[in-house]
């Protein structure tokens, strides 16, 4: 019946998430930094010591700062010019975001496009958050993350995933119901589980976790519909402008 259904879900993806987590353990730089900047008083060069203890965070870090999300006028060269441009809050955020991928960079055309997609989507939320008065950097993190779920799977299920994501290649918002039937959970829950667990503050796991279903967000707040909804939004014109065919097929990032 359903209750068992749900419940036998929840135990796959509990133990599919530990998985995860004990292949991928958040990185050590990522959390000396969350520590840093919880403190009352936030002193800017114990941040970038631990940043630059870690050339691989810091060099995807500065791609992400120099990215079209942040539109900066200049070019950021260092984590010091960084956390001077952007403020140490937000380089946190970006930091983490940038943790995150890192974790499960792939040089796959596949895992390379659900990258390339969530980038411009990123780029996408912090744009129109700005213009809607909504906090851009809860958004731009959550656009950047809301489809890691998809490399997540595709780590643990391989080509049965991939071949997944071909099949629904035409069909615009469906890949969340196909990981449903074959695995009881989709992407988006399976992420923000894991983001949770990796200590990734509210609201941007919530986010990830409701992409695919904004009524959720409505029973919370008009905030976190708005949230969600602006993800959908950024993802559906990124979709528009990426829709060329691509390794899986053309247009599956819709279901982003």
């Known amino acids: 019946d359903h209750a068992m259904a749900e419940d036998t879900a929840a135990r796959s993806m509990a133990a599919l998430v530990g998985r995860i987590i004990g292949a991928k353990p958040f990185p050590v730089t990522a959390r000396r930094l969350a520590d840093l900047t919880r403190q009352d008083v936030v002193r800017i060069e114990p941040v970038i010591q631990v940043l630059e203890s870690d050339p691989?965070?810091?060099?995807?870090?500065?791609?992400l700062v120099n990215s079209a999300g942040y539109a900066l006028r200049q070019r950021c060269t260092s984590v010091r010019h960084a956390a001077t441009l952007v403020g140490t809050d937000r380089l946190h955020q970006i930091a983490t975001t940038a943790a995150v991928l890192d974790l499960f960079d792939s040089k796959g055309p596949v895992a390379a496009q659900i990258i390339e997609h969530s980038t411009v989507v990123g780029a996408f939320c912090r744009y129109l958050g700005a213009?809607?008065?909504?906090?851009?950097?809860?958004?731009?993190?959550?656009?950047f993350l809301h489809d890691i779920g998809k490399l997540m799977l595709m780590e643990t299920e391989n080509e049965q995933y991939v071949e997944l994501l071909?099949?629904?290649?035409?069909?615009?918002?469906s890949i969340h119901h196909l990981e449903r039937a074959l695995y009881g959970f989709d992407h988006a829950v399976l992420a923000a589980h894991v983001l949770t667990a990796w200590s990734i503050p509210d609201p941007v796991p919530k986010i990830v976790a409701w992409h695919h279903e904004p009524s959720h967000a409505y029973k919370v707040s008009s905030m976190m519909a708005a949230l969600v909804q602006t993800v959908r939004l950024s993802d559906a014109l990124v979709y528009v402008m990426q829709a060329d065919p691509g390794p899986a097929g053309p247009g599956y990032g819709r279901t982003a």
């Open 56 to 63: 691989g965070l810091s060099a995807r870090l500065l791609r």
């Open 131 to 143: 213009h809607l008065a909504l906090p851009v950097d809860d958004l731009f993190t959550a656009g």
């Open 166 to 173: 071909a099949k629904c290649g035409s069909r615009p918002d």
